[in-house]
């Protein structure tokens, strides 16, 4: 600690594991990235399909799809009306609640979702999973589930 400041400097350990950290979150992402625009998706376009595509219905509200998305309202319409202009989702009333609106994924989002899955698992499998042993997997887990709680718990959201 620096007795002038009071900050709690990284150690040498724990600066390196933040930045390793960081590292492999940006490169995982952005070659993660690279492997769905075949598809014409990004890794945004995706999750939106994932979280669609696992709701009752394929849909969910958009404010609800917002919050699991981590993006603002205003960001998330703009993502939607991108989709929708591909024909992978399209927006439909909230019978229950007028200002409501619900994302609903399409016949051909949901054909994209089951073309474009395999590819993106062996993605994560090739550039992430096989790369660790069980024990390793097992070990991040572990060492990663305070983190989420936490954040989660900061925003105020059950996990």
């Known amino acids: 600690m620096d007795t002038e400041s009071g900050t709690r400097w990284l150690s040498d350990?724990?600066?390196r594991a933040w930045r390793t950290h960081l590292e492999v979150s940006r490169l995982l992402t952005h070659r993660l990235e690279r492997d769905l625009?075949?598809?014409?998706?990004?890794?945004n376009d995706y999750e939106i399909l994932v979280?669609?595509?696992?709701s009752a219905e394929h849909r969910m509200r958009m404010s609800d799809l917002?919050?699991?998305?981590?993006?603002s309202k205003s960001r998330l319409s703009h993502q939607i009306t991108r989709m929708e202009r591909s024909g992978l989702v399209r927006r439909e009333n909230c019978d229950s609640d007028k200002r409501g609106l619900f994302a609903v994924l399409t016949e051909r989002g949901?054909?994209?979702?089951?073309?474009?899955?395999?590819?993106?698992?062996a993605s994560v499998r090739r550039h992430f999973v096989d790369l660790?042993?069980?024990e390793g997997l097992e070990s991040l887990y572990h060492a990663l589930v305070?983190?989420?709680?936490?954040?989660h718990a900061e925003r105020g959201r059950p996990q």
């Open 13 to 15: 350990a724990e600066q």
């Open 37 to 43: 625009q075949p598809f014409g998706l990004t890794i």
């Open 51 to 54: 979280n669609l595509s696992e």
């Open 66 to 71: 917002a919050a699991a998305t981590l993006q």
């Open 110 to 121: 949901w054909g994209t979702m089951r073309e474009v899955a395999p590819h993106h698992v």
């Open 132 to 134: 660790l042993t069980p």
């Open 146 to 151: 305070p983190v989420a709680e936490h954040l």
